[in-house]
């Protein structure tokens, strides 16, 4: 079975090779040999999402993406890079922890009996091609909270089918920070394999012991002085590139400190509660669960769906809402997501992927809101 580093697997450094860009097919055929459902980035629908993928002509060959609050757009580049683009709108999240499934379902037997059977996850291995540093984090923590403090067994099945390769970001987009939360652009671990991409081919470095097996079937050489530097200068570049940042100060406290700050009423009156930035976010796990019975009242079907702090329902306790208003949610997301993260899991919720900029419809910027809200008395937002 497949590990992937991050929970048991053989964690290995080695200088990395060079595969020339022509043979990048072989690594899709090692795929396919080692039994693996391939998935990776395509455009489809105007934007680079990830879907099943069998052959590297498939991957965005050229495309660039220009991103900005609440803006997305898809650029030719006139070039053969297949991973010059920051992330699209998904994320790690939906292949491991489903939009909607069902854990369990109950029948009514022919005599009247009613039984209870779990739904397995489906159990199937798969690659995902082109993760990236702020993703990994993501993970992590989803593997923090899926394998070690509720132990969902749907999730860690998933999980365990699993093998990463991963891209370092060579052309983050304007909405990405996540050299300031200390997530990216360089991926360091946390993957089976890693690509870093150059004009005539990729590094190629393996982290574990699968990430190792398939590195020895691809048909690789010695990487020269020049290719290690290029890498080192782009990954650099990348670093520079970020212009946006999270305001570098306690944000838990500050946060918490601030629950009646004016800032919030003012965000409310832009933000629609629609929930897009959760549904985007690789980190945001809410959900609720729900039954649907069959028309004929012999089954019913246990679901466990997504669900958002921006919904009325998620905060529905004994006959009332806890908040009711586009305020206190907009508030909970950021103080829970940059605050009660820390308490949790030993870190914020955010790995600075830019993704909740990007596909907010009006453009809310929450490293705008962050600043503002912990501004100290006195002083403007942080830049
Ligand atoms: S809060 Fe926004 S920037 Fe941070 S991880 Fe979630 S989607 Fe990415
Ligand atoms: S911040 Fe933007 S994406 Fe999130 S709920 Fe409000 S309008 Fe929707």
């Known amino acids: 079975m497949p590990s992937a580093a991050g929970h048991g697997a053989i964690v290995m450094k080695a200088r990395p090779r060079f595969l020339p860009r022509e043979a990048l097919q072989s690594l899709f055929e090692a795929l396919a040999a080692g039994g693996y459902r ?6 489809r629908d105007g934007a680079i999402v990830y879907a099943d993928l069998s052959d590297a002509s498939a991957l965005p060959v050229g495309f660039g993406a220009r991103q900005a ?17 920051a992330n699209g709108p998904q994320a790690l999240k939906p292949l491991l922890f489903r939009p909607q499934e069902p854990l369990w379902q109950a029948r009514r037997g022919a005599d009247g009996r009613i039984q209870f059977e779990s739904a397995a996850a489906p159990r199937e291995r798969r690659a995902v091609i082109s993760v990236r540093a702020c993703d990994l984090a993501a993970l992590a923590l989803h593997d923090k909270h899926f394998l070690h403090k509720e132990r969902d067994p749907w999730y860690a099945a998933r999980r365990a089918d699993l093998l990463l390769i991963a891209v370092d970001c060579s052309h983050p987009a304007d909405t990405c920070f996540c050299v300031s939360t200390g997530d990216g652009p360089a991926v360091e671990g946390e993957t089976d394999l890693a690509l870093t991409e150059l ?19 691809l048909p690789l050489r010695e990487a020269t002085p020049e290719e290690l530097d290029e890498a080192e200068a782009q990954i650099a570049q990348a670093r520079q590139s970020q212009t946006r940042r999270m305001p570098d100060r306690n944000l838990r406290d500050a946060l918490f400190a601030n629950l009646d700050h004016p800032r919030w009423a003012e965000v409310a009156e832009r933000c629609l509660s629609c ?7 690789p980190t945001c796990f809410c959900h609720t669960e729900r039954d ?3 028309l004929d009242g012999t089954a019913s079907t246990h679901l466990r769906r997504w669900d958002s702090c921006f919904s009325a329902e998620h905060s529905y306790l004994h006959g009332r809402l806890l908040r009711p208003d586009t305020r206190t949610r907009y508030r909970q997301w950021l103080t829970h997501k940059l605050g009660g993260w820390h308490d949790q899991y030993g870190r914020s919720g955010c790995v600075g992927c830019g993704r909740c900029i990007t596909w907010c419809p009006v453009g809310i910027d929450l490293t705008e809101e962050a600043a503002a809200v912990c501004a100290p008395s006195g002083e403007g937002p942080v830049p």
Do not use: I, M, S
Request: net charge negative.
């Open 199 to 217: 004009d005539r081919g990729f590094l190629v470095r393996a982290y574990t012991a699968e990430g190792a097996a398939l590195r020895d079937a």
């Open 69 to 85: 609050p609440g803006e997305y757009r898809l650029e030719e580049r006139g070039d053969q890079r297949c991973f010059a683009w």
């Open 275 to 281: 929930g897009n930035c959760v549904a985007v976010c």
């Open 38 to 43: 391939c998935v990776g980035p395509q455009v």
């Open 292 to 294: 649907l019975g069959a």
